[in-house]
């Protein structure tokens, strides 16, 4: 009788079970949820080196799918040994963005990390050459912007829905005390609104938008006396998106798991 009743009680569970997957309750996954039954896709801009490669080597640790993009995939061979899919793309480039939209299409990504970018060094506003303070714009602020639109099609269809940009402390501009570097500080404040813009506008289809700052980190652009090891950096990163919420669109985080003022 009582082998009856848990084969009973086991059935009522299965069924349950099969109609929330069929609801898609299982959407309600978090990231770091390592019981979802298919592993969730991460796409990695600037994945050859630095923050990047690093990102894609402790997603693909963690068991997710990495699609890693390099702007020469022939010379990334770091992230190519990870086994992971590595994509040709350059973030300024409105053709190669549209060339890996379409090798994309179809394919469902849960989280896009819009990491690539660059670091001119200027100090005073008279050491600016307008080129390069263009170039840091079309890099840091509009190649994420053209990146996300070309796959919200494969976002839409992911189960997470979250979609996560590197910014930095000298993007905000509520820090800023020091002034210093001009173009990159624009270009991380403009990132930072085009974040909060995209949540107010993607919140109710269920995304989660977020700007994160790695701290000073061991790479080559925050050089060899930064403070923090990729490793360390990546590790705290990924365990705020891990922990993200919904309600958490349209916020900005430290590495360190505390929340950052605009
Ligand atoms: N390191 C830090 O202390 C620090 C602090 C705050 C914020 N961040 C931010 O973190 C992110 C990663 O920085 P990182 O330290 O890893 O820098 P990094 O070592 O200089 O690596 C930069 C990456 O971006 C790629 N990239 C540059 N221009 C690109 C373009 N037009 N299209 C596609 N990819 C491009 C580079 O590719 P190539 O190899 O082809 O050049 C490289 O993969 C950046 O957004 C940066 O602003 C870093």
């Known amino acids: 009788m009582q082998f009856k009743s848990m084969t009973y009680a086991h059935r009522v569970l299965t069924l349950v079970a099969a109609i929330a997957v069929s609801l898609g309750l299982q959407s309600e996954a978090r990231a770091g949820d390592s019981t979802a039954t298919e592993p969730h896709t991460v796409l990695i801009t600037g994945a050859n080196r630095g923050l990047g490669l690093e990102f894609a080597r402790q997603y693909k640790e963690a068991g ?26 350059d973030v300024a480039d409105q053709a190669s963005v549209d060339r890996m939209a379409a090798e994309l299409a179809g394919r469902p990504i849960d989280l896009l990390i819009n990491n690539a970018g660059i670091f001119p060094r200027v100090g005073k506003i008279d ?44 993007g905000s501009i509520a820090e800023n005390e020091r002034g210093n570097f001009y173009g990159y500080r624009e270009s991380k404040a403009a990132l930072n609104m085009f974040t909060k813009t995209l949540a107010a506008e993607l919140g109710s289809e269920g995304f989660i938008c977020v700007v994160l700052t ?49």
């Open 127 to 170: 050491e600016i050459d307008f080129d390069d303070y263009s170039r840091t714009l079309a890099v840091n602020t509009i190649g994420p912007v053209r990146v996300t639109r070309a796959l919200l099609p494969n976002l839409r269809e992911g189960k997470l829905k979250m979609i996560a940009g590197l910014s930095s402390n000298l």
């Open 214 to 262: 790695p701290g000073w980190v061991q790479t080559d652009m925050g050089g060899p006396n930064a403070t923090l090891t990729p490793a360390e950096s990546i590790a705290g990163m990924k365990a705020v998106l891990d922990r993200l919420t919904p309600a958490d669109n349209g916020t900005f985080w430290s590495y360190n798991g505390s929340q950052m003022p605009w």
């Open 64 to 89: 997710w799918q990495v699609i890693g993009t390099a702007r020469n995939p022939d010379t990334a061979q770091e992230l190519a040994a990870l086994d992971v899919r590595v994509v040709q793309l």
